[in-house]
């Protein structure tokens, strides 16, 4: 479900209508994430790291408004729920798309989630739900602990799907540490929010300390 946003009732109308005519409205923030405890939490419960991490990013991202802002058919529209699809590595080092559903609980994901990672091995498509706009795209690179990262890109400003990206975790004296990046349309949010999510994403990942 999905509901019109009145542009000219929205606090951002000014912000959206200075950076709509931009070529290149988008914008990356990387940073670092404490995930010592989801690292613990997911070896205690024996749980994929990777889903584990999915689904509190798609909790985080589904209860800021901006994360589930796009533009649709020409309209601005906000979503009640967004899920994602995520890039999976196969054994002859290519790689395609899995669309994962959204879980109530992390232990409901993490079972669902490997199921739809057979499935989607077997499928080995990048066209995943493509006629969808609801969701958020991300991806892992697990071989490296990046600073800063650039997605490959058509520049069509009317790209309005977040990119979230998980790159390799890192021993930072007793922390786990793991670069995220995300990348976002400037018309649709601005940095404050993609701030938010880094917090609400840290203080997920520090409430499963015991």
Sequence with gaps: MSKE???????????YEFFRDFEDPFFNMT????????????KENDISFSLA????????????????????????????????????????????????????TVFEFNRDGRLARTKYEKLRSFDVETDRVDLIYYSVIP???????????????????????????????????????????????DGIHVGKYFDLFQQKINELTP
Excluded at 5 to 15: A, L, Q
């Design 143 to 189: 071989w490296v602990s990046f600073t800063s990262f650039k997605h490959a890109t058509r520049f069509d400003k009317t790209q309005t799907v977040p990119r979230i990206v998980f790159g390799k975790f890192f021993d930072d004296q007793n922390l786990k540490k793991m670069p995220v990046s995300v990348e976002v349309n400037h018309t649709i949010m």
């Design 31 to 42: 940073a670092n994430l404490d995930v010592t405890s989801l690292y613990r939490f997911s």
């Design 53 to 104: 991490c999915l689904f509190y990013s798609q909790k985080v991202v589904n209860h800021i408004p901006e994360f589930r802002i796009r533009l649709e058919n020409g309209r601005l529209v906000r979503f009640d729920k967004i899920e994602s699809t995520q890039t999976i590595l196969h054994e002859d080092e290519t790689f395609s798309f899995c669309y994962f559903e959204q879980r109530d």
């Design 5 to 15: 946003i009145d542009v000219e009732k929205w606090k951002r109308k000014e912000t």
